[in-house]
């Protein structure tokens, strides 16, 4: 593995070119990678991006913050779209994360990148599909999309973060059915379709039932007063990824809500600083493990 990724400091500068890249097309339609790309002689750690917005909104430019605050510190960030709820339900997003992992790994040298480091971040729903996307790199239902080329290559990940995610989608469904959500309840319903859908994509459920799963370190992130979760959700996800064996941290945000756009600018520093000292903790096991 390169020197200058065993090197990593989060306390760096770089400047950042940000371009869009296609990274899977099937006939006319295409789905695009924003890719925020450190300007220096690399190669660089990589973390796929996956945005939220309860499986059936949201875009590759959502989150600029997160995004570009990794980038300017040398890791190469690649916010993808990918399919949704409604007219392409679940596990479509997960076949195309699964995807994207191995096409970023595939052109590592295009970006400049060392492939060993590639990680996953994701938001809300999108903290919710990387993670499962990271425990499950070899289901069948994920890795249903051949990449041409890339027949030696997984969607494994060095580690994998949370913010803020719907880790317990049926949990979720079941605090906004009480409180009578129905546009809440109708995102889960145009994804998941079934109760018996969100059940088997439920972290709590594949960990309680002691799924054989891939567990990569894993960051989680939270905030204390995110209303837009069950109470208590992701506390327990982190205790059974532990028991399972998992190395997980849990960072609790004292006061912050569902968001980064709720939250104080000194705070979302302090969440954006954070998750690069968990980077740099895993690129250094990583390296250590090579």
């Known amino acids: 593995m390169a020197q200058s990724v065993l090197n990593y400091d989060p306390t760096r500068h770089y400047d950042v070119k940000v371009e869009d890249v296609e990274y899977r097309r099937d ?3 295409s789905w695009l990678a924003l890719m925020y790309q450190p300007q220096g002689p690399g ?3 990589a973390v796929l991006d996956i945005h939220g917005g309860a499986w059936n909104n949201g875009e590759r430019t959502n989150n600029p913050a997160i995004a570009e605050g990794l980038a300017t510190s040398g890791v190469l960030v690649a916010s993808i779209d990918f399919r949704m709820g409604g007219k392409d339900p679940h596990p479509s997003s997960l076949a195309d994360i699964n995807y994207a992992t191995r096409w970023l790994k595939m052109h590592a040298a295009d970006f400049n990148i060392d492939a060993a480091t590639v990680g996953g971040l994701g938001v809300s729903s999108g903290g919710h599909l990387i ?8 289901d069948s239902r994920y890795t249903e999309l051949p990449l041409a080329g890339a027949a030696d290559l997984d969607a ?8 803020w995610g719907v880790l317990d989608p049926y949990g979720r469904y079941l605090m906004a059915k009480e409180r009578g959500n129905q546009a809440l309840m109708g995102n889960h319903e145009r994804y998941f379709l079934t109760a018996e859908a969100m059940q088997e994509a439920n972290l709590i459920n594949i960990l309680e039932q002691g799924e054989q799963v891939e567990l990569p370190p894993a960051l989680l992130i939270q905030g204390t007063a995110d209303v ?4 208590g959700m992701v ?3 982190a205790s059974l990824y532990g028991a399972a064996g998992g190395d997980v941290e849990l960072a609790l ?3 912050m809500p569902h968001g980064l756009a709720g939250w104080p600018e000194a705070d979302a520093a302090r969440m954006i600083a954070r998750t690069k000292t968990f980077i740099a903790q895993r690129l250094a096991a990583v390296v250590g493990a090579n």
């Open 131 to 138: 993670m499962l996307s990271a425990m499950r790199p070899y």
């Open 235 to 237: 506390e327990k996800v």
């Open 43 to 45: 190669p660089f750690p």
């Open 27 to 29: 006939g006319e339609q």
């Open 156 to 163: 494994t990940l060095a580690y994998v973060i949370s913010c």
């Open 228 to 231: 837009g979760v069950p109470q």
């Open 253 to 255: 945000f004292q006061d």
